[in-house]
């Protein structure tokens, strides 16, 4: 099992930048692959970033491509998607994952461990 605890997000105005973090606890959190998702009001939860378990690949959706950054620190156990110029439709709740074995990274079904999730609010 692995525990995942979100932190950092907020209310930011348009154009601001927040840090998020996902602190891991359990199984060795080095052998995972890990991601952040995102549920924006009515809609589906969404990929936005994937890491590697070593942090040397890095996948994005192509809305977040440019604007924010996944990386972690293993030796912290920790995640971290750093987002800049924020806009309106980037407001939602978002989730940390992980899993050992990934298949399509994209899928929500795919990752086998979530956190509750933290919610970040981008005003106009």
């Known amino acids: 099992q692995v525990q995942l605890v979100e932190s950092g997000g907020g209310l930011v105005q348009a154009g601001g930048s927040l840090r998020l973090s996902c602190a891991a606890s359990g199984r060795t959190f080095s052998n995972y692959y890990t991601a952040w998702f995102r549920r924006a009001p009515g809609k589906e939860r969404e990929f936005v970033a994937a890491i590697s378990w070593s942090g040397s690949s890095t996948w994005y959706a192509d809305s977040v491509k440019g604007r924010f950054t996944i990386s972690r620190d293993n030796a912290r156990n920790t995640m971290y998607l750093q987002m800049n110029s924020l806009k309106p439709e980037d407001t939602a709740v978002y989730y940390c994952?992980?899993?050992?074995?990934?298949?399509?990274?994209?899928?929500?079904?795919?990752?086998?461990?979530w956190g509750q999730g933290t919610q970040v609010t981008v005003s106009s």
């Open positions: 994952s992980a899993v050992r074995v990934v298949g399509n990274l994209r899928v929500a079904g795919e990752w086998d461990y």
